[in-house]
């Protein structure tokens, strides 16, 4: 565990751009979890049956293996030329490699708080241009909460979420002696780390760009 979590921070200090395909390792970097979150973003895609979709940062590949076996013609797209992506452009110049509306979905999952969020409306101006009808959009949240799942006999599994204040996070932070910043890491932003960044500056900018159709937190994904 000490040794997973020493390679975590050293591959969190790399440049996007820079982090070898082994950090995608399947028993480094999925949990049970994290596939939860891979459900969720598959089932959004399929549901509205798209024929082919793009995917803005390629990841592990997981969710767009998904997506073509379900029959979704997928192109991939990442800064990152060592994951082999379809196509290697940063998201400030997709204008550069796709047309207007090329794609009928586009899916970006964990990417945009890996850019200062003085670049978040022109990354979404981007990802506009590449599709005028569905986007996926997944980002970090900063939050503290404590989460009750529970299941009745042949019944779904249910899980609820009692949220406590960001404050009270931090304060644990400093108590505890696992946690530790190393320095600067992958990501710039999470929602609602800053007033700068809170949900409703992030739906603001959407929406010049977007209808907003849904918006959730993943409950599973703690």
Known sequence: MDNNLSRKNNY???????IPPDYYDFSFYVSK????TYWHQANE????????????????????????????????ADINESLGPDVV?????????FSQGQYPFVLCARVLQHLPFADFENSISQLHHVTNNYLLLTLPV???????????TGKNPRTFSIP?????????????????????TQNFWKINQTPEVSMA??????????????????????
């Open 12 to 18: 969190e200090k790399l440049d996007p751009s820079d």
């Open 33 to 36: 979890e994290r596939m939860i």
């Open 45 to 76: 895609i399929l549901t509205r049956k798209p024929e082919k979709l793009l995917e803005i940062g390629i990841g592990n590949r997981i969710v767009s293996s998904i997506l073509k076996c379900y029959g979704v013609e997928t192109c991939t």
């Open 89 to 97: 452009v940063p998201i400030s110049e997709l204008q550069s490699k």
């Open 142 to 152: 900063e939050t503290l909460r404590v989460y009750i799942r529970f299941r009745i």
């Open 164 to 184: 406590f204040p960001i404050s009270l996070k931090k304060i644990l932070q400093r108590l505890s002696l696992k946690h530790s910043e190393n320095g600067k």
């Open 201 to 222: 500056n992030i739906k603001k900018c959407l929406e010049k760009h977007f209808i907003i159709e849904k918006s959730y937190q993943v409950p599973e994904d703690m």
